[in-house]
């Protein structure tokens, strides 16, 4: 049997190039650089804060506070792609925008090296988050009291923590609701809570603690659904839906 090297030999020259130089792009030797980004500002209480990263992630924590500190580590494969990008804070009266900025992805390139950027932002816990947006990598959201938080993600990881309360003084009503294209999606939930449950998905299961066993479908089934008023429904609405991939309501105990 003729090993792989062997057979390499008759690729045409062009073909050779090709896979030397994939070889090379994506070489583990190349450093990454660092830079980091810290600013503090004073803002108001109720504040409307719009968030824009492409690559890395997007932290936000809320706190009892009338400040916004921004965090961001930016990272690069050279010096000059690690300064072609920037945090760009806007601080008005009644609103807030981060937007990061980066170069564009070279058009020929078969990897993005453009960089990535980390951003740790701390706020006041009553903002409210008109808009977060992240192309690729992890969204958290924690602790957020203020009036909405609209978050949207392309690609990776979200996680909402904290963001509402179920104490016995809390008389206002919220609604939870959460799209995905493709990918599972978990609620972490007290035994105690009362809320209107809604959950689907078109091609997966449905794990829910507060009903009877999972709700499952064979293959070419319709869409797995429950609706259901749990502990008899109170002022609020949990809404989670997938197209491809599997819910799992957890009964969460302190």
Known sequence: MRSPLTKSRNLPPFVAVLL???????????????????????IQPTVDITIQNRDGAVLVYGSNTDEMRVHATKKAYSRMRLKQIAIDVSVQLSSVSINVK????????????????????????TANISQLRLDAGEVLVDGMHGPSVHAWLGDGRMIAHNCFSYDWWDSGTFSVQANIAQGNG??????????????????????????????ARPAFAEAAKIDMLVNGGGKAAIKVGTTNGDIKIVEANP
């Not at 994506?26 to 600013?39: I, K, Q």
């Not at 009362?194 to 507060?210: K, M, P, Q, S, W």
């Open 20 to 42: 030397l130089s994939l070889v090379g792009c994506g070489s583990e030797s190349d450093p990454v650089l660092e830079e980091t980004f810290e600013r503090l500002y004073t």
């Open 102 to 125: 980066r170069p564009p992805k070279l058009k020929w390139a078969l990897f993005d090296r453009s960089g990535t950027v980390d951003c740790t932002i701390v706020v006041p816990a």
């Open 186 to 215: 978990w609620a972490f939930l007290p035994s105690e809570a009362a809320f209107h449950l809604v959950a689907e998905t078109a091609y997966g299961r449905i794990g829910n603690d507060f009903d009877d066993p999972a709700v």
